[in-house]
C-alpha cells in the first residue's frame, strides 16, 4: 500500500518557538493532504486542506497565522506551528489520498509538546 | 453537519471474549464509513471501510455492516486477542476516496490474558 511518512514522530520545544512538520508520500503524488490535531482523549479534528502549488483552505476556528502550511511539491507538505504555547501541544497527523482516491494513508503522526 | 458517535471507553476484555464497539452516524447524502485502529505510538491505519448500504467491511477478524436503516457501522469481532489493544475509530467521509474525514472520538480497547 501507499506510505506516508511523517518527521519528526516527537519533538519538544520551548514556548514562543516555532516547529515544522513535514509530511511525504514515499511512493506516489499527493496533490492534496490533510492536516489533523488530536488532543489527549480526543478525536482527530481537520484543521486544513493542503493543496500543491495553492494556498491551504483551513477549517473553521483554526488559525491560518499560527499554523502555517505549505505544499510545495508533489510529494511534501509542511505544517509549521508558530510561535508556540503549551496549549498547541498535541498529536498532530496528516493524510494523503492514494491513486485513485481509494482510500486516505496516514502518517505516523507527530507528538508536540511545547514547554 | 456530519458526526460520528461511538461508545466511550475503555473497554477491558479478556482475550477470546467477543467484542462489540457501537458507531452511528449522521450525514448528508451517502457517506463511505470506515473503522481506523491506532496502536500504541504508531499511527491510524485503515482497518476496514463499507462504501455503500448493506455492505461488509472486514479484516483481520473485524467484522462491521453499513445499516442505512439505523445509521450505525458497528465493530464486531469473535475473538479478541492481546494483540488487538489499541484505540479504534469510527469515520465518515463524503468525499470521494474517504479523503476528508470525521471521526468519532475513539474507544480504547484493552485485551487482558
Known amino acids: 500500500g501507499a506510505v506516508v511518512s511523517q518527521h519528526p514522530s516527537w519533538v519538544i520545544c520551548k514556548s514562543g518557538t516555532s516547529v515544522k512538520i513535514e509530511c511525504r508520500s514515499l511512493?506516489?503524488?499527493?496533490?492534496?493532504m490533510f492536516w489533523y490535531r488530536q488532543f489527549p482523549k480526543q478525536s482527530l479534528m481537520l484543521m486544513a486542506t493542503?493543496?500543491?502549488?495553492?494556498?491551504?483552505?483551513?477549517e473553521q476556528g483554526v488559525e491560518k497565522d499560527k499554523f502555517l502550511i505549505n505544499h510545495a511539491s508533489l510529494t511534501l507538505s509542511t505544517l509549521t506551528v508558530t510561535s508556540a504555547h503549551p496549549e498547541d501541544s498535541s498529536f498532530y497527523i496528516c493524510s494523503a489520498p492514494g491513486t485513485g482516491f481509494t482510500e486516505a494513508f496516514f502518517g505516523q503522526g507527530t507528538r508536540l509538546t511545547v514547554v | 453537519g456530519d458526526s460520528v458517535t461511538q461508545m466511550e471507553g475503555p473497554v477491558t476484555l479478556s482475550e477470546e471474549a467477543f467484542l462489540t464497539i457501537n458507531c452511528t452516524y449522521t450525514a448528508t447524502g451517502y457517506p463511505s464509513l470506515f473503522w481506523y485502529v491506532q496502536y500504541p505510538g504508531e499511527g491510524l491505519q485503515l482497518l476496514l471501510k463499507a462504501t455503500k448500504a448493506d455492505d461488509k467491511g472486514s479484516n483481520k477478524g473485524f467484522e462491521a455492516t453499513y445499516r442505512k436503516e439505523t445509521t450505525s457501522f458497528h465493530l464486531e469481532k469473535g475473538s479478541v486477542q492481546v494483540s488487538d489493544s489499541a484505540v479504534y475509530f469510527c469515520a465518515l467521509s463524503v468525499t470521494r476516496g474517504g479523503n476528508k474525514l470525521t471521526f468519532g472520538t475513539g474507544t480504547q480497547l484493552k485485551v487482558e490474558l
Open positions: 493542503s493543496n500543491e502549488g495553492s494556498k491551504a483552505t483551513y
Open positions: 511512493d506516489f503524488q499527493a496533490t492534496t
